[in-house]
């Protein structure tokens, strides 16, 4: 199976840095995906990692441990717009995406 | 620009009525797929289809029916609704891209979705 598991609730100070971690079975994974979802709207994409290690684009970083199950998103400087839900997904087979609950992460000033 | 419409933001009907959910998709990928989206849940498949006519049933299928004529549009179907198919509706769509190397993505592109309350 993918169960992924994520923080429901995160809340992190304007300008500061946060980590949402997320964990999922290994098996039959392809690879892992980061999205945001503002309030009332659809999914955007933020990131992709299918090998090991961390990914940096701009404020926004994402890493992957295949090995562990585990990835993170690393939100830096923190903005009151970043307040959103971040889903994490991977690719367990071909085509389809297997999301997880999301985390509401609520950036206070 | 990427692109996915949702023929509706919001949708109010009866129990019983027969609801069809459009999604029309302008970037010419392979791959659709419509999503419910429900508190404390998230986002679970019902069905995908990766070619013209051809489906698949994802996590949640029953109660549920889709319909592919052609390549840009993937049609919900909702036979006789209930109450508990109130909720939110995403269609995506997606075709394999690179990452760097051989390795091939599947990054799902999000329509703006249909609010579908049931009474």
């Known amino acids: 199976g993918q169960n992924i598991d994520q923080p429901t609730e995160m809340t992190a100070t304007e300008g500061a840095i946060v980590q949402i971690n997320c964990t999922y079975q290994t098996s039959g994974f392809n690879g892992l995906f980061w999205y945001q979802q503002h309030a009332g709207e659809a999914p955007t994409f933020l990131s992709y990692?299918?090998?090991?290690g961390l990914e940096e684009k701009g404020r926004f970083s994402s890493f992957l441990s295949r090995s562990k199950g585990y990835s993170y998103l690393l939100l830096k400087e923190l903005q009151m717009k970043d307040s959103a839900s971040y889903l994490c997904a991977n690719t367990g087979g071909g085509n389809k995406l297997t999301f997880g609950t999301g985390t509401q992460l609520k950036v206070e000033l | 620009d990427v692109k996915v419409t949702q023929s509706s933001r919001y949708l109010v009907k009866r129990t019983g009525e027969k609801v069809f959910l459009e999604c029309v998709q302008d970037m010419d990928h392979e791959n659709m797929f419509w999503y419910r989206q429900d508190p404390g849940l998230g986002l679970r498949l019902i069905y995908f289809?990766?070619?013209?006519?051809?489906?698949e049933k994802g996590d949640i299928p029953e109660g549920y029916s889709v319909s592919r004529e052609k390549k840009e549009r993937f049609s919900l179907i909702l036979e006789s609704a209930s109450t508990n198919q109130t909720s939110m509706y995403l269609c995506?769509?997606?075709?394999?891209?690179?990452?760097?190397?051989?390795?091939?993505?599947?990054?799902?592109?999000f329509g703006p979705g249909t609010r579908l309350t049931v009474t």
């Open positions: 289809s990766y070619d013209v006519k051809m489906k």
């Open positions: 995506a769509s997606s075709s394999p891209r690179t990452s760097g190397g051989a390795h091939n993505s599947y990054e799902q592109y």
């Open positions: 990692n299918v090998l090991d």
